[in-house]
Nanobody
């Protein structure tokens, strides 16, 4: 069973920084893409940032220049460095992975970690 385990959420003052981490379980063999999505109360889940196995990165416009995603294919981990945090960044952050199987890609999600930015 594939598992994605997030860590690093918490409470931070506006303007502060946090670092999120996500580790995929040992039985994960081929990663196509990993990334972070977030969901605030009353809102749909939205993309924050993704990184492919080749290192190509994508960011939501709202976080570009403030957040940095990084990945380690060998360790099957990704991290999200969040700086200049704003109250609008308050949400549950979910780790995401698209894994390659013979039949195609499959999506997996972590349980989420709460990030709260106090203004």
């Amino acid at each position: 069973q594939v598992q994605l385990v997030e860590s690093g959420g918490g409470l931070v003052q506006a303007g502060g920084s946090l670092r999120l981490s996500c580790a995929a379980s040992e039985n994960v063999y081929v990663i196509n893409t990993m990334g972070w999505y977030r969901q605030a109360p009353g809102n749909q889940r939205e993309l924050v940032a993704t990184i492919t196995s080749g290192g190509f990165k994508t960011y939501a416009a709202s976080v570009k220049g403030r957040f940095t995603i990084s990945g380690d294919n060998a360790r099957k981990t990704i991290a999200l460095r969040m700086s200049s945090l704003q109250s609008d960044d308050t949400a549950v952050y979910y780790c995401y992975a698209a894994l390659e199987f013979p039949g195609g890609l499959r999506d997996y999600w972590g349980r989420g970690t709460q990030v709260t930015v106090a203004s």
